[in-house]
């Protein structure tokens, strides 16, 4: 069966907290295949840019802010619906709504430090992942 790819961020908290390891293995143990993967850190214009989409929003300067204050873990991940499955395991925005068992509901504090990044629909997906990874670092 075809298979399709998503693209996720670890985001500072978590990395903060010491949850790559959790994280990477619930992504691991969910039957996602990691085709790239790497830590780093955003500059405020790459926020501004990845971020564009929300720049009307109230939250945008503490969302840029916060996802640059530290290092994130950027993947690019591969399964059958991988968009869709991945939002499932991520859980709701906020980590009060999310389900249990959720990566949210486990490792997220708040709705604007929640853990976690994943795509929205198969074309953000391809955008997001290429404005992290070069096709080189894609395996
Ligand atoms: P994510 O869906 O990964 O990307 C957009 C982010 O904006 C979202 O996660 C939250 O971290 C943040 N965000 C969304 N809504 C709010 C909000 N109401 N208040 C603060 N941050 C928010």
């Given at each position: 069966?075809?298979?399709?790819?998503?693209?996720?961020?670890?985001?500072?908290?978590?990395?903060?907290?010491?949850?790559?390891?959790?994280?990477?293995?619930?992504?691991?143990?969910?039957?996602?295949?990691?085709?790239?993967?790497?830590?780093?850190?955003?500059?405020?214009?790459?926020?501004?840019?990845?971020?564009?989409?929300?720049?009307?929003?109230?939250?945008?300067?503490?969302?840029?802010?916060?996802?640059?204050?530290?290092?994130?873990?950027?993947?690019?991940?591969?399964?059958?619906?991988?968009?869709?499955?991945?939002?499932?395991?991520?859980?709701?925005?906020?980590?009060?709504?999310?389900a249990e068992g959720?990566?949210?509901k486990?490792?997220?504090?708040?709705?604007?430090?929640?853990?976690?990044?994943?795509?929205?629909?198969?074309?953000?997906?391809?955008?997001?992942?290429?404005?992290?990874?070069?096709?080189?670092?894609?395996?």
């Open positions: 069966m075809a298979t399709n790819r998503t693209f996720t961020m670890l985001k500072p908290d978590a990395v903060e907290n010491g949850h790559i390891g959790a994280i990477l293995e619930k992504i691991n143990a969910s039957g996602f295949r990691i085709v790239a993967l790497k830590l780093t850190q955003m500059t405020i214009a790459d926020a501004q840019a990845f971020y564009a989409i929300h720049n009307e929003r109230p939250f945008f300067n503490d969302l840029v802010e916060f996802m640059t204050r530290g290092p994130i873990v950027a993947a690019i991940l591969e399964k059958e619906n991988a968009v869709e499955d991945f939002r499932t395991l991520i859980g709701a925005t906020n980590p009060a709504e999310a959720t990566i949210r486990l490792f997220a504090t708040s709705i604007g430090e929640n853990a976690v990044h994943g795509s929205d629909s198969d074309e953000n997906a391809a955008i997001e992942g290429a404005f992290h990874f070069s096709g080189r670092e894609m395996f």
